[in-house]
């Protein structure tokens, strides 16, 4: 019977403990960002429009060699791709712009919605290193801006 008891308390303990340690990651998730200053801020801006237009560049060059190359299809993704350059270029503008890094969460919602497009394309075709490479930095970026204004990641139902 102790036993019993005693098993019962221990499982107890591990589902609080791992309620308590989901809940730590949530925190410090939505906690990320705040600690921030505008500087750091920047500079995560500054790495997401670098890579964004790097990966541009491949992309173009990537939709050239593939099988879409011609099609309404890559016309579609490159004006996709264009527009995230074109959102990452207005974020950085309107960050410059705007005393409160925190106000810029619309113009990074908008990144991350355009970007999850693209991710689903880059998930269902290969075409190559250079521009997959190059996509998996721009994600990360991205889902680090994502964190630090407590926002859904690239490729989250949110964006669908």
């Known amino acids: 019977m102790k036993g019993k008891i005693l098993a019962g308390m221990i499982a107890a303990f591990a589902i609080l403990m791992l309620a308590d340690s989901s809940n730590a990651q949530r ?13 750091q801020v ?26 879409l190359d011609g099609s309404s299809r890559e016309n579609w993704l490159m004006n996709r791709a264009r527009d995230l350059e074109s ?3 207005e974020l950085s503008r309107e960050f410059d712009r705007r005393d409160a890094w925190v106000e810029n969460k619309d113009e990074v919602r908008r990144c991350l919605n355009i970007a999850s497009d693209i991710d689903r394309n880059m998930k269902s075709y290969r075409y190559g290193a250079a521009a997959e490479g190059n996509w998996d930095r721009v994600r990360y970026e991205l889902n680090t801006l994502a964190d630090i ?8 139902a949110a964006y669908h």
């Open 87 to 89: 959102a990452t270029d």
């Open 42 to 67: 920047k500079a995560v801006i500054n790495r997401v429009e670098d890579r964004v237009d790097n990966f541009v560049k491949n992309y173009d060059k990537a939709l050239d060699r593939s099988r």
């Open 27 to 39: 925190v410090r998730r939505e906690a990320r960002g705040r600690g921030m200053t505008k500087a």
């Open 149 to 156: 204004y407590n926002l859904p990641r690239v490729g989250a």
